[in-house]
Every structure is written in structure tokens, then in C-alpha cells.
């Protein structure tokens, strides 16, 4: 079973930047299609926002689009948030695209003046 770690959330001013990583383990073969996913609340579902194959082929929606990287080095994605917003304060994990497995801890963002 694969599992994914994440780090390096926060507290940061609006404008700010923060540089997130998720680590996958377990017994792993092959890491195909790997995303960064967010919860912006109790509640309220995950949005995918960015997201990367293994081609290093990458995807973003549009909250994430012109602000935010995702970069993937063997078993560690990273994303790279820049000209944060109150808006992007959330949990954030990272999955796969499909074949999801459990979610992680998560790690929280919290964009604040």
C-alpha cells in the first residue's frame, strides 16, 4: 500500500510563498500520475489543484494557475505556492489522479496578515 507523506505548511502573509512536499512510500513500482489536492474546510470536499505524470507532463485548475508549480522527483512531489491568498488557506494532501489511496495527514496552509 502506498502511502504519502506531506510537509512544509505554515503561517503566511498574503503574498507570501511556501514550498510543499509529499514523500510516497510502500511498495511501490511504478508512481504514475501524482496530485496536489486541497480541503478548504470541515465539510467541504478536496479539490484537485495541480497535478503531474510521470513525464513530468503538469496540470493545474484554475485557483493554482500562474502561482503555483508541481514538481516530482522520484517518490517526492513538490509544490511550489507563490502569491499566496486568504483563499488558499486550506489542508493540503497529495494522491494520486485515480486509483486514489488513503489520504495522509495533510498540511495546513493558513495564508493570513
Known amino acids: 500500500q502506498v502511502q504519502f507523506v506531506e510537509s512544509g505548511g505554515g503561517l503566511v502573509q498574503p503574498g507570501g510563498s511556501l514550498r510543499l512536499s509529499c514523500v510516497a512510500s510502500?511498495?511501490?513500482?511504478?508512481?504514475?500520475?501524482v496530485a496536489w489536492y486541497r480541503q478548504r474546510g470541515p465539510g467541504r470536499s478536496r479539490e484537485l489543484i495541480a497535478?503531474?505524470?510521470?513525464?513530468?507532463y503538469r496540470s493545474y485548475e484554475d485557483p493554482a494557475k500562474g502561482r503555483f508549480t508541481i514538481y516530482r522527483n522520484g517518490r517526492r512531489v513538490d509544490l511550489q505556492m507563490n502569491n499566496l491568498k486568504p483563499d488558499d488557506t486550506a489542508v493540503y494532501y497529495c494522491?494520486?489522479?485515480?486509483?486514489?489511496?488513503?489520504w495522509g495527514q495533510g498540511t495546513h496552509v493558513t495564508v493570513a496578515s
Open positions: 494522491n494520486f489522479v485515480s486509483d486514489l489511496v488513503s
Open positions: 510502500g511498495d511501490i513500482l511504478y508512481l504514475g500520475a
Open positions: 497535478a503531474i505524470t510521470a513525464a513530468d
